[in-house]
């Protein structure tokens, strides 16, 4: 297996380095191309992705994971729909993102003739990015057309949920893009669903720049704790609603349901929901009404339980948890202050919103909010790669470097400096 791995390294390395060098044109054009493909051959995915769905469903897989791991046909829709908005973005490699030019070193010259030497700063693909992912066979459509549109090869390892949904994306994809100039290697597939695959993957830094893992805490984990290749994590999504004092109530309620329940299973739907004093007894039973009809299990604090006795005890465990289901625990602050300090100790850094007509109250909650993105007045929901105009993205980083929060594009880009003389040397 080990020997297999490191051809499709190989491969990959050598196809990224021709990659990295063609036209918008022709990646646009593969790109167009994929697109159709997928609604073509439709009926083969969903047949696929039903076998896989059986097969989880048989080992009593979660919800949240079969969510995850459903296609249906506006999902794929929106798939096609995501390749075609990534065509339409500018392509990130080759951009100038800063140029200037630096006096004559120690030469006797005019200061009013030409400079020394010409620097720019340039955008260039990372190389080789390794997605390692569970359940979302979405994830091979979006990484393959982000990492083809930012110049990287990329190497696809799904988890064993997906293999029959997964095989058949990624040999569309390859066949299409190889069909249409993209070099042989530039989106390469591991068929094996065995672990070991992984612990080897992750080794291979003299072929791999970047590996993206998406997927539970404890993979997560064990990846960073063994990788000797740089690791990107998409990390959990402990994320937090603030309804503040001088809130709209039917904004909130509206913006609180959603946030909750329209997809509990992804990374920024909303696990806590912070209430300040002042309003919690207007607001809570109401919003309770909602979420009960939409069968939330209710956890909160001791104040909470005061307001809605039937509501559980919420424990210190549950202010850490990532539920990514229908359960929310609700915890009543007395100043945005407290909300804020809560955030940060116990959030992952993930998605972070403040409702409030308090245009002071929301710039505070906005830059104290240690979070990769915070929003005042809307849905955590909308933390995506998708609604920010990216087209799609290849995952929601909470760490700082090199990138945070949703990347797209850009993100997948790194940087190289050109330098312009005219026979300078160093003195």
């Not at 291979?204 to 994590?233: C, H, N, S, W």
């Not at 594009?409 to 312009?420: A, D």
């Amino acid at each position: 297996m080990k020997e297999e791995l490191i051809k499709k390294a190989e491969r990959a390395k050598s196809a990224c380095r021709k990659l990295a060098n063609l036209s918008t044109e022709i990646k646009n054009k593969a790109l167009l191309a994929i697109a159709d493909a997928l609604k073509k051959e439709k009926t083969k995915i969903l047949s696929a992705n039903q076998v896989d769905l059986n097969n989880a469903k048989k080992v009593n897989l979660s919800s949240a994971l079969i969510d995850r791991l459903t296609l249906n046909e506006k999902r794929i829709s929106e798939m096609v729909k995501g390749l075609k908005e990534i065509v339409d973005l500018s392509d990130p490699v080759g951009k100038i993102i800063a140029e200037w030019t630096r006096p004559f070193g120690g030469l006797k010259v005019n200061k009013t003739e030409p400079n020394g030497l010409k620097i720019q700063k340039v955008s260039v693909p990372l190389g080789v990015i390794l997605m390692i992912y569970e359940s979302r066979p979405n994830v091979t459509i979006e990484a393959s057309g982000l990492c083809l549109k930012s110049g990287n090869a990329v190497i696809l390892r799904g988890g064993s949920e997906a293999i029959k949904t997964n095989t058949i994306l990624a040999k569309i994809i390859g066949q299409t893009a190889y069909a249409n100039g993209i070099p042989d290697g530039s989106i390469e597939f591991i068929e094996t669903t065995e672990r070991e695959a992984i612990s080897e993957l992750i080794k291979l830094d003299q072929y791999i720049d970047l590996v993206i893992p998406r997927g539970g805490e404890e993979m997560i984990r064990a990846i960073r704790e063994k990788a000797t290749v740089p690791v990107l994590a998409h990390g959990k999504g402990n994320c937090h609603t603030y309804v503040d004092k001088e809130a709209n109530i039917e904004m909130a309620i509206k913006i609180c349901y959603n946030a909750k329940v329209q997809r509990p299973g992804v990374c920024n739907a909303m696990e806590k929901l912070l209430v300040h004093q002042e309003i919690a007894k207007k607001f809570l039973p109401l919003m309770i009404e909602e979420y009960k009809k939409a069968g939330v299990e209710l956890r909160g604090c001791t104040r909470t339980q005061q307001i809605i006795p039937e509501v559980k005890p919420a424990t210190e465990d549950d202010w850490y948890r990532e539920y990514l289901t229908l359960i929310l625990a609700i915890k009543i602050v007395d100043s945005v202050e407290e909300a804020i300090e809560h955030i940060n100790k116990y959030g992952s850094g993930h998605s972070e919103t403040i409702v409030t007509e308090n245009k002071e109250t929301a710039k505070k909650f906005l830059q104290e909010v240690d979070s990769s993105a915070v929003f005042h007045n809307a849905s955590t929901r909308l933390h995506d790669g998708g609604v920010f105009g990216f087209g799609s993205e290849i995952g929601i980083s909470t760490q700082k470097l090199h990138a945070r929060g949703t990347m797209g594009l850009n993100e997948l880009t790194s940087t190289k400096y050109i330098v312009f003389g005219k026979g300078q040397i160093r003195e």
